[in-house]
């Protein structure tokens, strides 16, 4: 009975020590870079260990366990261990990931014909019939009256100067008469009149403003036509061409502009 208890014992830990055996190896990745260390990891057993500066690592493994290398950037590799691998060091080669670049699509296939081609690079259809109304808009008469701007005499209240001579007042007439003679007479721009003025507009006027919203050049020329139809540029300001106040007209209206199409600064 001791006997077969003593046996008993020595094939436990005959199998406990067998199971305990230890792995030795090499983790490379088959070029002059070091990439150690490494995290070597029994799987079955889940221990691991780090491979040294020259790639070596020892761990303790049983027959058919499973040990893998990671190493960030790599793929993973990975090991069944077989009897063989007790007597002779263990490879494990890893392999550099690739990194996936995102797919870039592009709507727009050239198809070597320029004339074709060409007209994909011209103003958009909503940009082209902005611009035939605003045309049509200039050139068309004034229907509808100016507003009066005064105030109603309700409102005015008892005048007590009435019957006094307004000395200051007379001088300030004859110096806006003579101002006003001074200055260029306000017309509705024709057509050539118009796109001279666009451009001027758009070459002398700072609009550093706007590019601040990412706006680029058709953008740019789809608010400077809504500012045109809003703030009345060419007709006031064609002939006596001053760049702070269009500039300034041109800030007014795009606090307008801005919060009708949600532009924010980038």
């Known amino acids: 009975m001791k006997f077969k208890l003593l046996l008993l014992l020595s094939l436990i830990v005959f199998s406990y020590t067998f199971s305990q055996e230890k792995v ?16 070597i990891i029994n799987v ?7 491979s040294d500066s020259s790639g070596k690592f020892v761990i303790e493994a049983g027959e058919n366990d499973e040990i893998r290398a990671i190493k960030e950037g790599y793929y993973r590799a990975s090991k069944k261990i077989s009897k ?14 690739v990194i996936q670049i995102p797919e870039v699509q592009i709507a727009f296939k050239p198809t070597g014909n320029l004339e074709k ?15 035939s109304e605003m045309s049509k808009y200039m050139k068309s008469p004034l229907t509808e009256p100016l507003p009066d701007k005064s105030i109603s005499k309700t409102f ?25 003679a001074t200055k260029p007479k306000i017309t509705k721009a ?16 700072n609009l550093d403003f706007l590019k601040k919203y990412g706006m680029e050049d058709e953008q740019i020329d789809a608010f400077l036509l809504y500012a045109e139809e ?37």
Not at 44 to 50: A, D, G, I, P
Not at 117 to 131: A, F, G, I, T, V
Not at 246 to 260: C, G, H, N, P, S
């Open 190 to 205: 024709n057509y050539l009149e118009f796109q001279d003025f666009m451009i001027q507009l758009k070459n002398e006027v």
């Open 230 to 266: 809003t703030r009345y540029l060419s007709k006031k300001f064609r002939k006596d061409f001053n760049k702070d106040v269009l500039k300034f007209e041109l800030q007014v209206a795009f606090a307008e502009y801005r919060k009708l199409n949600k532009l924010v600064p980038q």
């Open 117 to 131: 081609d060409n007209k994909r690079l011209n103003e958009s259809q909503k940009l082209k019939s902005l611009k």
């Open 24 to 39: 030795t190896g090499l983790v490379t990745d088959n070029s002059n870079v070091n990439i150690n260390p490494v995290l």
């Open 84 to 97: 063989e691998d007790f007597n002779t060091p263990v490879l494990m080669i890893l392999q550099k990931a």
């Open 156 to 180: 005015t209240g008892h005048d007590y100067k009435v019957g006094q001579v307004d000395v200051l007042g007379v001088i300030g007439t004859a110096v806006g008469l003579l101002t006003k």
């Open 44 to 50: 079955s057993k889940n221990t691991s260990v780090l």
